[in-house]
């Protein structure tokens, strides 16, 4: 996995360059003399497909080898990808049907000459459909093009940061439906915690905590011996994984069963660009349906250059009841005697 560990860096590299000189893929590969995964996958990138296309660039080895290092390496900042990393969540394919537990089979121990129990067990489950995840991130070309090692250690860190709070915004907004049990905060979180507990908990499952920021700050003061959440990344808290998403709107704290709960990331697609438009802003207003005029910034006058990342993901809830939701969370500290 180390040998494609820089692979998605120098793609993005290669694309920008192409995109100024309007040189081939290739060309730039043996120009620049990229990494062998790299090379091979610019050089397969012909007129059948584009890289782009994260369904189609899936199809490479090396592609898919180089999406996984990457993902892995997101470094809990997408707590979607950490809890499918950690084996968490249940994996499953995308583009298949899938189906999960809603009655579990019953098993007894029978005397001779008793009845025995007869067991019964549905599956409730659909295709997992996959979705296509989007960062966009807006470099200047000098840092793009630069070969430093501080160079490339900035761009990877900006890229990571993009994809892990869209895969998050894609994955809580493909669970969270109008049938999930939803809660708003009584202020004592003794009573909230209990609540979601009820709400989520069978005894069977695999349980995990997500919370938003703010949420997952007031959380790591509480001072009363229920666990040691982390305000970032990947901790526990009341002896349950505790994940922190910066997909989730302030005041949110989730509680998810992992056994119920189906998902996978497939692959990922790179795209660029130096001629766009944009609207500098993580809330544009400029959609098709509703546009609301707003300034935009030309890429090309500012000498800047778009990368757009995509990944295709899918999850689905196996029961309504898979995932608990609290909205207005604000615990005060509980100060010790």
């Known amino acids: 996995m180390s040998e494609h560990a820089a692979t998605i860096i120098s793609l993005v590299k290669a694309l920008a360059v192409c995109e100024r000189t309007g040189e081939s893929p290739s060309d730039v590969a043996d ?17 059948a497909g584009v890289l782009g296309d994260p369904q189609w660039a899936g199809q490479l080895a090396d592609m898919q080898a180089a999406s996984s290092a990457f993902l892995q390496a997101l470094g809990g900042r997408s707590a979607f990808a950490a809890l499918l990393d950690q084996g968490i969540l249940t994996r499953a394919p995308l583009h298949s049907r899938v189906g999960s537990y809603a009655e579990a089979a019953i098993g007894a ?23 296509q995840a989007d960062a966009v991130i807006v470099l200047s070309r000098e840092i793009l093009e630069n070969s430093s090692a501080a160079s490339q250690a900035f761009t990877s860190r900006q ?23 939803t809660f708003t905060s009584t202020g004592d979180h003794v009573t ?38 982390s305000p970032e990344g990947l901790s526990e808290f009341l002896n349950l994984p505790f994940a922190v998403s910066p997909g989730l709107d302030a005041g949110t704290l989730i509680l998810l069963d992992g056994d119920r709960i189906l998902a996978d990331i497939e692959s990922l697609g790179i795209d660029t660009s130096r001629f766009a438009s944009l609207q500098m802003n993580d809330a544009p207003t400029m959609d098709a349906i509703t546009p609301t005029a707003t300034p935009v910034v030309s890429l090309w006058q500012t000498n800047s250059v778009a990368v ?30």
């Open 31 to 47: 120009r620049l003399r990229m990494p062998a995964p790299a090379a091979r996958i610019l050089k397969a990138a012909v007129g």
């Open 109 to 131: 121990v029978n005397a001779e000459g008793k009845a025995r129990s007869v067991g019964k067990m549905s599956l409730n489950g659909d295709t997992l459909t996959a979705e």
């Open 159 to 181: 890229l990571r940061r993009g994809v892990a709070r869209a895969l998050d915004v894609g994955f809580f907004d493909r669970l969270v439906t109008s049938s999930t049990p």
């Open 192 to 229: 909230d915690l209990k609540n979601m507990l009820d709400a989520v908990n069978t005894g069977e499952g695999r349980l995990c905590w997500v919370a938003a920021p703010d949420v997952a700050n007031g959380i790591c003061l509480l001072n009363d011996g229920r666990g040691t959440a």
């Open 308 to 337: 757009k990342i995509s990944a295709l993901f899918g999850a689905s809830a196996g029961t309504a009841d898979a995932i608990a939701v609290m909205t207005d969370v604000s615990w005060p500290p509980v100060v010790s005697g």
